[in-house]
């Protein structure tokens, strides 16, 4: 998937970079080749042998080699990469790169590259949660920078929370992604994927039985044809995929605004089942059965995502592709939404108990749009997903 792809690999200081190791070898394996760059705190955390002897070339350490730098070496070195790779990516790394600073060679390299970075940050909970890091990183993103991770989980500082570096396979599948040269390269497309929980009190909540399975195979399968994806999903039963910006949501309003930070983008592909109503006043502590009866519980309408992008005056998705999930009179129904949304296509399936499609490998899909309705037979979801993003690909490059 990598050959002939070389990577400039920047070792920042963190208990992560351990798995830089790991990284350089499946980098490898796949075959490119790493160039490593390894910063005075990550030297604290891994050798430069270490890495040397796995990378099979000498570790760049300094920015005043005076051999190299007869040459102008750190100019060389970061422009003759496929792709600059920092990994892990600390506090410290994101800041200097967000405000311009280039006081040592990882810093020096990221600063004078025209070639395109990867991310992969790592860091306690607090500091990445800290306001400086999430603007640096808003920055960052702004500027064409593209990140993977950071995951969620216990940390070496005995702490839990965001901040984990990503595994070495998903830090693969990124690169691979961010190199795949496709139909769908150099376009950004939001997902919107699984289901929304709306509280009732803090152990209930209003769901439906969405796993999440088919928006995941076309994050994946879009990912695959080089687009840039924004997977924005719900507590899905089936994991995110890899090599695509994950944003986890809960609520139909934490789903619409991360919509609505993610647009523009070429595409949106609303793939979510969203909760159509909330408990206007969720309680604050479990609700206890009673007496009287049952408790008293007052409803409103969550934001319609797929509606609102559909209208939008500015920022608008050139496609905006929204699902329907029926029990009957399928055809009918999708049509109708379509319209009533305002969307340009709508793929409708029977989700009736009797179809084993919610929740379940397979899928049978109707595309709607001005065209008509085109049924297309049952297949496992990765295919669906799979011709879907071919229909998206056709449309965005007519």
């Known amino acids: 998937m990598l050959a002939n792809k070389r990577i400039l690999l920047i070792i920042g200081g963190g208990i992560a970079a351990y798995k830089s190791l790991e990284l350089i070898r499946r980098l490898q394996d796949q075959g490119a080749e790493v160039v490593p760059v390894l910063t005075k705190a990550g030297e604290e955390f891994v050798t430069p042998l270490s890495v040397s002897a796995l990378a099979g070339q000498a570790v760049h350490r300094d920015l005043f080699d005076l051999t190299a730098e007869a040459e102008m070496g750190h100019i060389q070195l970061s422009r003759s990469a496929d792709l600059l790779v920092v990994a892990p990516a600390t506090a410290d790394l994101m800041a200097k790169m967000a405000n311009g600073h280039a006081n040592d060679l990882a810093s020096t390299l990221l600063l004078a590259t025209d070639t395109p970075v990867l991310l992969a940050p790592a860091m306690n909970v607090r500091m990445w949660q800290h306001p400086a890091t999430q603007r640096n990183l808003e920055i960052l993103l702004e500027d064409g920078i593209t990140c993977v991770g950071p995951d969620e989980g216990g940390m070496a500082c005995g702490e839990f929370g965001p901040g984990r570096l990503a595994e070495p396979v998903a830090i693969v599948a990124a690169i691979t992604a961010r190199l795949t040269v496709g139909p769908l390269s150099g376009r950004r497309i939001v997902v919107t994927s699984g289901p929304t929980h709306e509280p009732i009190d803090p152990v209930r909540y209003i769901a439906n039985r969405s796993s999440g399975a088919q928006g995941t195979a076309l994050a994946r399968a879009l990912r695959d044809l080089g687009a840039e994806v924004v997977f924005i999903t719900g507590p899905a039963s089936v994991a995110p995929p890899d090599g695509v910006e994950v944003v986890a949501v809960e609520t139909a309003q934490e789903m619409a605004d991360a919509v609505n930070a993610a647009l523009p983008a070429d ?31 007052e ?12 209208h939008l005056d500015e920022g608008r998705p050139r496609l905006v592709v929204g ?41 049978a899909v109707v595309l709607i749009s001005d065209q008509g309705a085109e049924s297309w037979p049952r ?6 997903a799979r011709q879907l993003a071919d229909r998206i690909a056709a449309a965005l490059t007519d």
């Open 267 to 297: 595409a949106g592909v609303f793939a979510a089942a969203v909760a159509d109503w909330r408990v206007t006043s969720a309680s604050d502590r479990k609700l206890k059965k009673s007496k009287d009866g049952l408790p008293e519980m």
């Open 299 to 310: 409803f409103a309408e969550n934001s319609d995502i797929l509606k609102t992008v559909s």
């Open 323 to 363: 699902f329907a999930a029926e029990t009957n009179d399928v055809v009918e129904n999708a049509t109708a939404k379509r319209l009533r949304k305002g969307c340009d296509w709508i793929v409708a399936n029977d989700v009736s108990p009797a179809t084993g499609i919610m929740g379940g490998s397979e899928n």
């Open 379 to 384: 297949m496992g979801k990765d295919t669906v």
